[in-house]
């Protein structure tokens, strides 16, 4: 048997955002790899060994799925989302360079999926219409200066930007300060989404203006989508307003 | 028959990156919309109206749509990649806001599909695996100067910079303006990524240092990535080389 590593995205959470490249994929699959909430969310196949594992072990994950593939395993390591976006590609490539020159041999392949702020902007209108950006709250591997940083040159390039890990019970503080900062550098009136769990039966979309963002609105299931400048409200008869970005910003 | 309208995203081009959410859209259509090209990737189906038009009328096409939604039918809107980013979501929306009142209260949704630069950047290991933006080089609706004052602002934040149309016939020498600002700013051993027509039998896929990138290396088909300062090759024996941007960057 000749093993493979495909690094899977399976979207934000409804099925009908899996791709048929991923779910082929997971059909031909020895072995799943992953984040134990991601892997429950592939339904069990009888002689598929199932790999789930902790938060934050992403490196170690990579490693297991990478010496399985090199023992000829069929191995699918899955990720919520895109695999690319803030998720398991760049640690399985982390563990390749750090790990047996034979790794960068192996047949590995990552299969795109609907990343999160690209499901929340579908489900507001078209946020993300015009130039922007996608940015990582979280300080676990980058200093919070350097995320300031990039939220003031962000706005000042008048970027739609996208928020990803906004919030988590580790650090409730970062993303109040967030907040502060982008009210004082885009106003009170600036269009703001916060999108939770989308697709999922939790999912929850609120659209307001900067000025009534409250640090509550988020948690670790939330993606937050900042307007441009340009970033428009259309009111809706007894709805939620659709927010989008022209293609002119 | 109650009408709506989905704005439905078909990916880079292999069906089995269309999700089953699109497919089953297209499926239950009774009116196609889309630029021509869009419109004949889907398959001819007894019954249903298709509505090719040519490229730069998206707010007449975007109009057209509404219209058959109004008069109750259903009616997919095909954009490539996903309707969200540089496509057609955002000239429905221009469209609803500038036409008549009844059109907010249609039943419009937006169906997200894989955008060019993921799937681009999943075929070349993980080049967006850190903060990144997305910057549409087409100078059609925005001052090119605007174009540069992005690029510069990208570069400081030291994002990794998908370049969406960055060549096209009309407009031969932005593209060469871009890679000469990229090359001043960022140097010439960063890495840089060219994606053209991702998915497709013309797949073209080409990993170089900026020194070496040369503007006839995009056309009107490609994604171009350009790697933060962080991003990374890994050498593969007879191969191109992994592309990735450490989580850490």
């Known amino acids: 048997m000749t093993g493979w590593l495909a690094i899977a995205g399976l979207g934000p959470g409804d099925p009908r955002l899996v791709t048929p490249e991923v779910q082929a994929a997971l059909d031909h699959a020895t072995d799943l790899v992953g984040y134990a909430p991601y892997v429950a969310r592939v339904p069990v196949r009888a002689g598929v060994a199932r790999h789930g594992s902790d938060n934050r072990v992403e490196v170690e994950r990579a490693g297991t799925a990478l010496a399985l593939a090199a023992e000829g395993r069929r191995v699918v390591v899955v990720s919520s989302g895109d695999p690319g976006v803030f998720a398991m ?146 009111a809706r008869p007894g709805g939620r307003p659709f927010v989008y970005t022209p293609r002119s910003a």
């Open 89 to 234: 590609a760049s640690a399985v490539f982390e563990a390749v360079e750090a790990g047996p020159e034979a790794w960068a041999a192996l047949d590995i392949r990552v299969l795109p999926g609907i990343t999160a702020m690209l499901a929340a902007a579908a489900r507001a209108g078209a946020p993300l219409g015009h130039d922007f950006c996608a940015i990582n709250l979280s300080d676990n591997l980058k200093p919070w200066s350097l995320i300031e940083t990039r939220l003031r040159l962000a706005v000042e390039a008048d970027f739609a930007i996208a928020l990803y890990n906004p919030r988590s019970r580790a650090r409730p503080q970062g993303f109040a300060r967030a907040l502060a900062l982008l009210t004082e550098a885009c106003g009170a009136d600036r269009a703001i989404l916060f999108a939770r769990a989308v697709s999922t039966p939790d999912e929850r979309i609120e659209v307001v203006r900067l000025g009534a963002a409250t640090p509550e609105m988020a948690d670790m299931r939330t993606v937050v989508i900042l307007g441009s400048s340009r970033t428009r409200l259309i």
